[in-house]
């Protein structure tokens, strides 16, 4: 039931919270089966939450995704699914947020737009664009949702923490900051953003030509949901050949929404760069810390087209 990659990311994350969870998580799964009249099937791949196939009573097939109440993701994605109303996103069928439990509608087919690249890689952008624009909402009424802008955070804390001796090149950092407050200022209008939307997170549907899951829920500038999308999918592969890929989206993503070629471009250079920021958060030492990514390949092959 538990992998070793959920079990390492969950206690990484949510520390003790984490790991008294993971030792609870079977009798978890049983008690919401027998409260929510569940028949658990095999579980989705694991990483920071514990996701499987069940069938409901009644023989609607869903998807259960537990995580840990304590701080969990979960508080923001059902308020997002919810403003979504089922528009471009799996809809929410049940929650506990106590349990640390929700009960999702099951996409099918749900093969990954991942899956079209890179050979098919612009019927992959124009299913991103699809979402985008079913998923584009404004913040419901008491939005209790973070604004993006609280993610300019992690670029200040970087350079605090890490300086010119961190392996991120601090100007560039430095930089992704000041574009991200500059985007957010110049914003002509608010949204529930995603958050997350990337090949992993696009499945193809019956109910919808293609549907998004798992949302981190903020609101803010529209522009932000394209920068995931320019370093994705498998941001750890550093292959050229997908590095490659980015201009040609930049160029169709400003296209297919209307949307000027430089915001595009300044969106994707401070997701890029935050992704691995992020990453550095992570790191405890001097010699513990990850490679960087093909997001920071993506950051420098943007530099010279930023506005």
């Known amino acids: 039931m538990i992998t070793d990659e959920l079990a390492r990311n969950v206690v990484d994350v949510w520390g003790d919270d984490g790991a008294r969870w993971l030792v609870e998580l079977p009798s978890i799964v049983r008690e919401l089966a027998r409260d929510w009249d569940l028949t658990v099937g095999a579980p989705y791949e694991l990483s920071y939450h514990y996701v499987t196939a069940v069938t409901c009573g009644d023989g609607t097939p869903a998807v259960l995704k537990l995580g840990v109440p304590?701080?969990?993701?979960?508080?923001?994605?059902?308020?997002?699914?919810?403003?979504?109303?089922?528009?471009?996103a799996a809809r929410v069928l049940r929650a506990e947020l106590d349990r640390g439990a929700l009960l999702l509608e099951r996409i099918t087919?749900?093969?990954?737009?991942?899956d079209l690249v890179p050979h098919r890689d612009d019927e992959a952008t124009s299913a991103a664009v699809g979402v985008m624009r079913r998923l584009r909402v404004p913040p419901p009424p008491g939005c209790t949702m973070p604004d993006v802008l609280s993610l300019v955070a992690a670029f200040d804390d970087y350079v605090a923490v890490h300086g010119p001796a961190g392996p991120l090149p601090v100007d560039l950092v430095v930089r992704a900051g000041g574009l991200m407050r500059e985007l957010c200022a110049?914003?002509?209008?608010r949204v529930v953003l995603h958050g997350d939307l990337h090949h992993d997170n696009i499945l193809r549907a019956t109910r919808e030509p293609w549907l998004a899951i798992d949302p981190h829920g903020m609101v803010g500038d529209p522009g932000y949901e394209v920068g995931a999308l320019l370093y994705n999918p498998a941001p750890d592969d550093r292959d050229e050949t997908l590095t490659a890929l980015a201009p040609s989206r930049?160029?169709?993503?400003?296209?297919?929404?209307?949307?000027?070629?430089?915001?595009?471009?300044?969106?994707?250079?401070?997701?890029?760069?935050?992704?691995?920021?992020w990453s550095a958060e992570s790191w405890s030492s001097p010699t513990d810390r990850s490679p960087v990514s093909r997001a920071l390949d993506v950051a420098h092959l943007l530099l010279p087209r930023l506005p």
């Open 186 to 189: 110049s914003a002509t209008e």
């Open 70 to 88: 304590t701080g969990t993701s979960l508080a923001a994605e059902v308020p997002a699914l919810a403003a979504f109303q089922g528009r471009g």
């Open 250 to 277: 930049v160029e169709q993503l400003a296209d297919e929404l209307a949307m000027p070629v430089d915001r595009v471009v300044a969106w994707g250079f401070v997701k890029a760069v935050l992704s691995d920021v």
């Open 109 to 114: 087919p749900g093969w990954r737009a991942r």
